[in-house]
């Protein structure tokens, strides 16, 4: 093997040989087969954890920012006439995909089944479309009559899960109480007044629909005593998370004249304690493969102990200490290729097919692993990153290589007459 190409087909055989050799013949199959299964597993662990982490960042971002804007510009006092001039403006600036004003303020909801604090939305019929959880937006609020009548009428939308706190289907009446009464000859008395419920809505996060009620805006104008005005420009943007450019992109169209706010700001804590996540759970992962990398030593070395007078038969006939060291890195190699793909496919497998694994462990264990009511979200989310997936294969690869190094460096370092004397 002396002056041989490295990694020719003789390193290549040899290695190969010494992988599969039985115990018997000085082989560690066992260990070999420990190795490459727990490197397998590693890799399907981080790549289901990875992305099941992934879908609940997205799911809960996409929730979060398909109830609320991206922007907010606050036109408290304004006349509704310029702010719907501003509206358009800041519509046109580049980045931008809507600009919609709105009224916010807290009610107290009741039925005679339940009586829940609740956030009221006064919208324009036109900006439904720019509310992604509302499907075929204003046609369908046209369909319901939602804004039609006096004063933009008496129906509402509700959030689902407030809805069924509040024991209301489509068609039923729901009393909204505002905090602020109305002065009269004998005092204030609350303001409140009966709507209908014309359906029911899901932003997909079960923390907005327990919260959020829809009124047409000529309505909420009238009922929260604030007549052709608007609280707030609602903006959404293309890129929800390029808020800087676009809060800058408002600032200079307004000339510094409104307060400007974005959701990042506001949810800080949570998009941060999402960030942590992740992160944290990157790291641990990807330790936790290399400690599984780590069981190669155990073989490799059991292996160069074992082959102790082949290694020096092999030196004696002219083999290099660079074609020894090469066959037991490949035998390294190996381990953490073969680990590693078997380990992508299993992973992507298994998150492709998420539903299906949740309906097979909710059987066998006789309940319902992620209950909706609990944690939010509608059955377990996972969303599949490629090049995510792809970084872990090559990382155990890679580190199923660098353990590899040290026990083959030994192996090459052999000295051929003392291995033949005490072998």
């Not at 009741?110 to 019929?125: C, H, P, Q």
């Not at 510094?256 to 304690?273: C, E, M, P, T």
């Not at 020096?312 to 290099?320: E, P, Q």
Request: aromatic share 8%; glycine share 10%.
């Amino acid at each position: 093997m002396a002056g041989t190409v490295p990694f020719c087909a003789a390193e290549r055989m040899l290695a190969w040989r010494y992988l599969r050799a039985k115990r018997s013949q000085g082989g560690v199959s066992l260990i070999s087969i420990i190795s490459f299964v727990g490197i397998m597993l590693a890799v399907m662990a981080l790549i289901v954890v990875m992305s099941i982490m992934n879908g609940f960042r997205s799911t809960l971002l996409n929730a979060l920012l398909g109830g609320q804007g991206h922007v907010f510009v606050q036109v408290i006092d304004q006349p509704a006439e310029e702010v719907d001039l501003l509206s358009n403006q800041i519509a046109a600036i580049e980045g931008v995909s809507s600009a919609s004003p709105m009224i916010e303020e807290q009610v107290l909801a009741s039925t005679d089944y339940a009586k829940i604090g609740a956030a009221v939305r006064g919208v324009r019929l036109s900006d439904l479309d720019h509310l992604p959880f509302l499907e075929n937006g204003t046609a369908k609020a046209v369909q319901d009559g939602f804004g039609s009548g006096r004063n933009g009428g008496n129906l509402i939308y509700v959030g689902r899960f407030l809805a069924n706190d509040l024991g209301v289907l489509p068609g039923d009446r729901l009393t909204l109480i505002a905090p602020e009464g109305t002065k009269g000859p004998f005092g204030v008395t609350p303001r409140r007044k009966t709507y209908i419920v014309a359906d029911t809505f899901e932003t997909g996060s079960v923390e907005l629909d327990k919260l959020y009620i829809l009124m047409p805006m000529v309505q909420s104008q009238l009922f929260f005593n604030i007549p052709a005005a608007y609280e707030f420009i609602d903006v959404r943007l293309d890129d929800p998370l390029a808020t800087e450019t676009s809060k800058q992109a408002i600032g200079e169209l307004t000339t510094g004249h409104f307060i400007i706010d974005d959701w990042k700001r506001q949810r800080a804590s949570y998009l941060g304690a999402l960030n942590a996540e992740r992160s944290m759970m990157r790291l641990v992962m990807l330790i936790l493969i290399t400690i599984t990398a780590l069981n190669i030593i155990t073989g490799v070395v059991m292996l160069v102990k074992n082959k102790t007078r082949d290694i020096a038969i092999l030196r004696t006939i002219g083999a290099s200490r660079g074609a020894l060291m090469r066959v037991f890195i490949m035998i390294g190699a190996i381990l953490g290729l073969t680990g590693a793909l078997f380990g992508l496919a299993l992973g992507v497998a298994t998150v492709l097919n998420i539903g299906t694994v949740e309906a097979v462990i909710s059987f066998i264990i006789g309940r319902e692993i992620f209950p909706p009511d609990v944690y939010g979200l509608q059955g377990l989310p996972a969303e599949l990153d490629w090049a995510e997936a792809i970084f872990t294969t090559l990382w155990a690869m890679a580190m199923s290589i660098l353990v590899t190094v040290w026990p083959a460096w030994s192996a090459a370092k052999l000295d051929p007459v003392e291995a033949l004397r005490f072998g």
